[in-house]
């Protein structure tokens, strides 16, 4: 296990500086001086390259990637072209909106999905299987932010359960950060759950079809005994797999789920950045969401390994 | 007669609308061995499950079944939960994949006597512990923390067996226990199963297709066909005084001999020189060579035009890597092979024109075929290997005789094979071999999954077709019986090498190396009673 842990870390910190080469090379070559960006058209060539100086632009690219690595490693993202500001503080304090929400979309996605799956697999082709079934198409077919926008007319207009949008901040208290962040987190949990159970259902329903499932009956499991004791965590490898990239995609992808709940979030951080060519802020976000992956990758390897014996004794 | 533990009487089933027992009666007593045997969809498993409960969703049973003075087919799912594991413990035919892979094997023994609470977790522990040491798993050797993939098909079967008899079931069943194993491990868990049959006196209840088996097991002897008993009786009057046809033909299609002509003059045509393979082992340090493993290890042979030749041994003993070299589909590291002293590799690719001048035959006639194609389409696959393959009214009469030559007819080269039997399609894998005339047919245990009588039909087919076309062929196989008729000349591997080489008969009555005598001691041979005698 240990050895298995050393492999894939090793794994993890490959992946991570071929990602920051692959990242500063395509900035890079994306069009657009972000100097000539900021001063506007009608600015002197010598003030550009004044500001082209400050900016740190002047110096072989080389040099600048390895300044870029260097700073990112020890907290120093560089400074916002824009906005003038560390881009270290800026992506901070996004990342304190969209990682609890990230995490409590998942969460939510997780237990959802789990019964609903493991549910419906226990009673494959019976009306209860088809119900779940078809909630979960209807999941996957809705467009979030349509989803979204009826749980803000609902939860907030109506009910005035939830606030319409916004972040509180967590200076108002863990309490008030989490609800403004719930109906965001539903709103991008749900169709996640969909895809979710039905991963978890089919890869149940395999591994009810094995033989060792047939041995435990035999030995006088009940049927529920036997999809507990022996299914479950057998059928976790591809649902590990589906949380990891679900994960991923959340932390990321929450972008029009931010726009409707007007959250200042990664998403829109990232969108705002590539429109006013702030490149700097561009890398910085994309290597913390690629290291984000890769990290997330690496647990999903560790889960593996936990649930599969397999996988530990092969090196 | 003692009291019987388990009675069937009349047992019926439907799955569905299809019948698939009828009216079976049979009794197991204590201490008793009664083995159910016949070809498949006799219903012999069936029978089994019908006694465990656990028969698909959608059948119906009627009749009964006893154990003891209970009717298990009265009994709700919950009272047979009780029973299952308790008192009647299950053997299934695949260890590989009968156990949790990712459950260690003394969880899964233990867990038995847990889920019956039948003890603490203490003494079910201890408990474990002694069967695992009674079937033959040793803690000191078969640390209880190991998990299923480190251990081999035997032992993997002993932990099965282990989980089963841990509560001391009154009856045991076995599914065609050793259906997937070796023959000299195949002897190993015989032995041990009627050791635990006279240790615990359990009745069993054996399924199996394997009459030397069945032979050399049981004490009594039911034979099924198509969902009904057809003869049963103590092994020893069976066997000396067949009365049905069916257990006749059963018992002559096992040792069928098949009539081979003789093989022309010798005239070398395939020679094996000094073969070496090596597999490359997984990298264990970054910057150390991670070694290899060599599957087969210098071998060197020559087969003769028209010669039939053997290749038996264990699995894991090379014998299938030796047929993917000889084929041309992986290099060697030592050594060549010549067909017609062509080399199969040249450089660093397989040297084509050497290449269509093989076939294979393949074990699985249900996987070998792409589902999606006709049979025509089928078995002119290997007509990619020619330069100027037959078109138009050539390539239909090929086909056809082809075709025919497999006693097929030439209208099925427009069905799919879907719709063929498993014997039907064995013969389609024939036809697809011999449709380019092959100098060499490599067949790869071709007759292992078929049933007893239609093995017999195939081997007679082969013997046709060594008179009609001089076939000149290798056959791969386990099945020692079927090498000994089959065969001019044999090979025995071991561990990668040739271990005796000599002319079939004289191998098989008087085998000079030791790992041949044990193989052909451990092989179940049916006694030469009651065959023949109508």
Known sequence: MLRYSLKRLASLIVSLAVASLVIFSVVEVAPGDPARFMLGINAQPDTVAALRAELGLDVPKWQRYLDWVGGMATGDFGTSYTYRTPVAQMVADRLWVSLPLALYALMLSTLIAFPAGIFAAARRGRPA???????????????????????????????????????????????????????????????????????????????????YMRTARAKGL?????????????????????????????????IIIEQVFYLPGLGRLVFQAISSRDLIVVESVVMLLVFAVIVVNFLVDLAYAAVDPRLRSRT | MTESLLSISDLSLEIGALPVLKGVSLSV???????????????????????????????????A???????????????????????????????????????????????????????????????AREVLDRVGLPADRFPPSRYPHELSGGQRQRVVIAMAIALRPKLLIADEPTTALDVTTQAQILDLLKGLVADYGM????????????????????????GQVVEAGSTRALLANMRHPYTRMLFEASVHAVDLPDPPPPAPLLQVKGVSRDYRLPRRRLF????????????????????????????????????????????????????????????HRPNLAV???????????????????????????????????????????????????????????????????????????IARALIIRPELILFDEAVSALDVSVRAQILDLLADLCREYDLTYIFISHDLSVVRSVTDRVLVMKAGEIVEEGATEDVFSAPRHPYTRALIAAAPRLPDVGVGER
């Not at chain 1, 999941?139 to 932010?145: C, D, K, L, R, V």
């Not at chain 1, 009940?222 to 991923?248: D, E």
């Not at chain 2, 003891?68 to 260890?95: H, N, Y």
Request: contains cysteine; proline residues 5%; hydrophobic residues 50%.
């Open chain 1, 129 to 211: 299987d088809a119900a779940v079934m078809g909630v979960t198409q209807l999941g996957i077919a809705i467009p979030n932010f349509w989803f979204a926008m009826m749980l803000v007319l609902i939860f907030a207009i109506k009910l005035r359960l939830f606030g319409a949008g916004g972040f509180a901040g967590w200076d108002k208290g863990a309490w008030a950060a989490m609800k403004s962040l719930t109906l965001p987190a539903v709103a991008l949990a749900l169709p996640q759950a969909a895809i979710l159970a039905r991963v978890m259902r089919s890869a149940l329903l395999d591994v009810l079809g094995e033989d």
């Open chain 1, 222 to 254: 009940s049927r529920r005994q036997a999809l507990w004791r022996h299914g479950v965590r057998n059928a976790l490898i591809p649902v590990l797999t589906i949380i990891g990239l679900q994960f991923s995609f959340l932390l990321a992808g929450s």
């Open chain 2, 29 to 63: 007593a204590p201490g008793e061995i009664v083995a159910v045997t016949g070809e498949s969809g006799s219903g012999k498993s069936m029978t089994a499950l019908s006694v465990m409960g656990l028969l698909p969703e959608r059948a119906v049973t009627r009749g």
């Open chain 2, 65 to 127: 079944i006893r154990l003891g003075d209970r009717d298990l087919l009265a009994l709700d799912e919950d009272a047979m939960c009780a029973i299952r594991g308790r008192d009647i413990g299950m053997v299934f035919q695949e260890p590989m994949t009968a156990l949790n892979p990712v459950r260690t094997i003394a969880d899964q023994v233990m867990e038995t006597i847990l889920i019956h609470r039948a003890m603490a977790r203490d003494a079910a522990r201890d408990r």
């Open chain 2, 203 to 226: 009745g069993m209840l054996m399924i199996t297709h394997d009459l030397a088996v069945v032979a050399d097991m049981a004490d009594r002897i039911v034979v099924m066909r198509r």
């Open chain 2, 288 to 347: 150390r060579d991670p070694g290899h493993f060599r599957a087969v290890r210098n071998v060197s042979f020559v087969l003769n035009r028209g010669e039939r030749l053997g290749l038996v041994g264990e699995s894991g003993c090379g014998k299938s890597t030796l047929t993917r070299a000889i084929l041309g589909l992986e290099p060697v590291q030592e050594g060549e092979i010549l067909l017609d002293g062509e080399p199969v590799w040249t450089g």
């Open chain 2, 355 to 429: 290449r269509r001048k093989m076939q294979v035959v393949f074990q699985d006639p249900y996987g070998s075929f792409n589902p999606r194609h006709r049979v025509e389409r089928l078995i002119t696959e290997p007509f990619h290997l020619l330069d100027d393959p037959p078109k138009g009214a050539a390539r239909r009469a090929a086909v056809a005789e082809a075709l025919r030559a497999v006693g097929l007819s030439p209208e099925d080269a427009g069905k799919y094979i879907h719709e063929f039997s498993g014997g039907q399609r064995q013969r389609i894998a």
